[in-house]
């Protein structure tokens, strides 16, 4: 098992943070629970999960949540040398 550091680019988190601060609770807590899920999953192994995207030069993963109402994918890149993953892009689609 390989470690890494899961770093969000700054953009996106200045998104998420938005969407958190003007969400009800029950928002806040499905947007917690996705941040952690990215977090802790993308930190083992990160080359191994999701499926490549060649056209951005990064890897797609679905993201589960307790919510049945949205589905969730996040868009990251494995920089290896350096042990980190970036997330680049949070995918947000209604069911």
């Known amino acids: 098992m390989t470690r890494y550091t899961v770093l969000w680019d700054a953009d996106i988190e200045v998104q998420f943070v ?17 941040a ?13 999960k999701g499926q490549p995207r060649h056209d951005l030069s990064a890897r797609i993963l679905a993201v589960p949540t307790a919510s049945s109402a949205a589905r ?5 890149q494995v920089l290896s ?11 947000f689609s209604r069911l």
């Open 18 to 34: 938005s969407a958190w601060l003007a969400g009800d609770s029950r928002t806040r807590a499905t947007l917690t629970e996705i």
């Open 72 to 76: 969730v994918s996040v868009i990251f």
């Open 36 to 48: 952690n899920w990215v977090d802790k999953n993308l930190a083992e192994d990160p080359n191994q």
């Open 81 to 91: 040398e350096d042990r980190q993953v970036r997330v680049v892009r949070l995918v």
